[in-house]
């Protein structure tokens, strides 16, 4: 095994910035930087690269549709006796959940690490580069298989299931609150945190990826029109973030029987960053309540 296959789908690490606008569009294409060569030398000599656009689109632009062909590609990709790890470079405002699909759907223990950059390649301080080049070391060490899911920026190597992007443009943007990076990437080396050791998960096979699951964020003094209106509008399913240990407030709590009683599977997280859902409150809205609903 000595080929890493690197898979754009474009977003900002592949997008060039107008000089009279100011405003930064995607590529014709969505090749790599060019920028990059000098990088990918400094990679073992004996690593075969071998490179694939498969769209070339903003991460917001992306579709279940779109999704699920990465996806199946991957998994043709990793299925391919040759192949060490695979990179995939991706705009990072929705980086997160691409990552974490492919972390509980892919049948694989080879890396596949995604990557992307905050800043477009014509900045003088542009972090494409450099993130894939770590991104690549990462997915072509032994010692990140069996790992699941990977998400490298900034020389940090996350988990899949833990990072989210905690700011719009800083370039430490992602972090796993709680957790923190699994490993790192220095002096070409990758090193991983003993004490975190994160293997994959079971796999989950998809072949379907519905298009209108709603994500229903809660605060103080909602009421359940929103969800009356996922209900209305045919949506498949509804994950709530709710406060706290996930608790709603009571005028909610109709709505979400109504969707229960349609049938409708209704999902609930908090909004916090750290922590987890615990049916503990008793009261009307409250977590004991809704899961007694």
Do not use: W
Not at 14 to 23: I, R, W
Not at 163 to 189: E, M, R, W, Y
Not at 219 to 248: I, R, T, Y
């Amino acid at each position: 095994m000595n080929t890493v296959y690197l898979l754009s789908t474009g977003g900002t690490i592949s997008m060039q910035q107008d000089a009279e606008t100011g405003t930064v569009n995607p590529a014709a294409n969505a090749a790599l930087p060019e920028n990059l060569a000098p990088y990918l030398e400094r990679l073992n000599n004996d690593l075969n690269l071998v490179q694939e656009s498969v769209v070339n689109l903003p991460s917001p632009h992306l579709t279940p549709a779109i999704l699920l062909q990465l996806m199946n590609r991957v998994q043709e990709l990793a299925n391919q006796p040759e192949a060490m790890g695979i990179v995939i470079t991706h705009g990072t405002d929705t980086l997160e959940e691409t990552a974490d699909l492919l972390d509980i759907t892919l049948d694989t223990q080879k890396p596949v690490v995604l990557t992307g950059a905050l800043r477009s390649a014509n900045e003088v301080s542009a972090d494409g580069p450099g993130n894939v080049l770590a991104a690549l070391l990462t997915a072509a060490a032994a010692s990140s298989v069996n790992r699941g899911c990977l998400v490298v920026l900034n020389n940090e190597i996350h988990a899949a299931r833990h990072v989210t992007k905690t700011h719009s443009s800083n370039l430490a943007a992602f972090q796993s609150p709680g957790i923190g990076p699994i490993g790192l990437v220095s002096n070409h080396a990758v090193s991983y945190r003993s004490h975190l050791t994160v293997k994959r998960r079971k796999p989950i096979p998809v072949k379907h990826l519905p298009d209108k699951v709603a994500l229903v964020k809660m605060a103080s003094a909602m009421d359940g029109c929103l969800l009356d209106c996922c209900l209305s509008q045919g949506f498949k399913g509804v994950v709530l973030e709710a406060l706290g240990m996930g608790n709603v407030p009571s005028a909610v709590v109709p709505s979400i029987t109504r969707l229960i009683r349609a049938g409708l599977p209704v999902i609930m997280v908090s909004r916090c960053y750290e922590g987890n859902v615990q049916p503990v409150y008793g009261y009307t809205g409250g977590g004991k309540q809704l899961q007694a609903l």
